[in-house]
């Protein structure tokens, strides 16, 4: 049977799928123009010839980004980070959003009331930068990793997902006489994969596109992460991050801007990759995450 439906309704459907569209226009051209720059000849992207497609077909931006050791130590150490530092990540935010799921804890709501304080107050740059300091962490992964070890935001999605786990099942296993360690990485852990990938995605993408932290911390060119390689890249286009090679030399075969919108892409490429994979479990995780029963 078919449902008729009203003018306002079919109006609003329309009005929402014409703004979706828009939204994935503002997303999407910006991206296929940086992939047809930097497949694109030189001269096509001197005299602004290229818009949605590669224009003269160039491959010497690939071949050069591909080859180029400063770039492949800046990935490197991003791998590290974003490895390391989404390992840190969900171990302390399950340690963490377990106990405070359960209504009888001891001090949960001013712990609570704590923690969303430091959502909407924030640490100033200054302080923050003179803690990481004098904590002797300049010039070393740890200044990247120890700042955002816990997010509040992503410890509250975690929180709401394990009061949707039924108690009657904590409270069988704790008459198997398994401690709440156990629980929390034989039962909860398990049961709240949905969540996890999804905080593992938040976790690992934000380690990834972080360049201020590398911008303040960072001094040694030997551990520049990714993205303060690729700022360094678009803002200035270092030649010493570059590669090396002088602008003459480069001019023969490459633009500065056909290898800046080539190692765009391929700094991207990894996220795209691995999100297809998690897309399932994102969504049906943040979504459960997000309601509170």
Not at 49 to 62: A, R, S
Not at 222 to 248: C, H, N, R, W
Not at 265 to 280: E, G, R, W
Request: proline content about 5%; some cysteine.
């Amino acid at each position: 049977m078919k449902i008729k439906r009203s003018s306002g309704e079919v109006a609003f459907d329309t009005a929402n799928v014409v703004i979706l569209l828009l939204f994935c226009a503002a997303v999407a051209l910006p991206l296929m123009n940086v992939i047809a720059g930097s497949l694109s000849s030189n001269e096509a992207i001197v005299h602004a010839k290229v818009m949605l497609w590669p224009v003269g077909f160039n491959w010497l931006n690939y071949e050069f980004v591909l080859k180029n050791a400063v770039f492949w130590k800046a990935f490197w150490v991003t791998i590290q980070i974003v490895v390391i530092g989404t390992a840190l990540n969900m171990v302390l935010t399950l340690l963490t959003s377990y106990p405070l799921s359960k209504s009888w804890l001891g001090g949960r709501k001013v712990i609570l009331l704590a923690i969303i304080f430091t959502m909407i107050f924030q640490a100033p740059m200054v302080p923050m930068y003179l803690l990481i300091k004098s904590l002797g962490m300049m010039n070393t992964i740890w200044s990247l990793i120890i700042p955002s070890a816990l997010s509040a935001f992503n410890m509250m999605l975690c929180i709401t997902f394990m009061r949707s786990i039924p108690e009657e099942l904590f409270e069988a296993a704790r008459v198997d006489g398994m401690s709440e360690y156990r629980i929390l990485w034989k039962i909860v852990a398990p049961l709240s994969m949905p969540i996890n990938v999804t905080l593992i995605l938040f976790y690992a993408v934000g380690h990834w596109n972080n360049y201020l932290g590398p911008l303040l911390y960072i001094t040694n060119r030997e551990l520049q992460p990714l993205q303060l390689y690729l700022y360094k890249l678009i803002s200035q286009f270092d030649m010493d991050s570059a590669g090396g090679q002088s602008v003459t030399e480069l001019s023969t075969a490459i633009t500065p801007q056909g290898l800046q919108m080539a190692t765009i892409v391929i700094a991207t490429v990894p996220v795209i990759i691995i999100y297809p994979f998690l897309q399932k479990h994102f969504i049906k995780g943040a979504l459960l995450g997000s309601v509170k029963e």
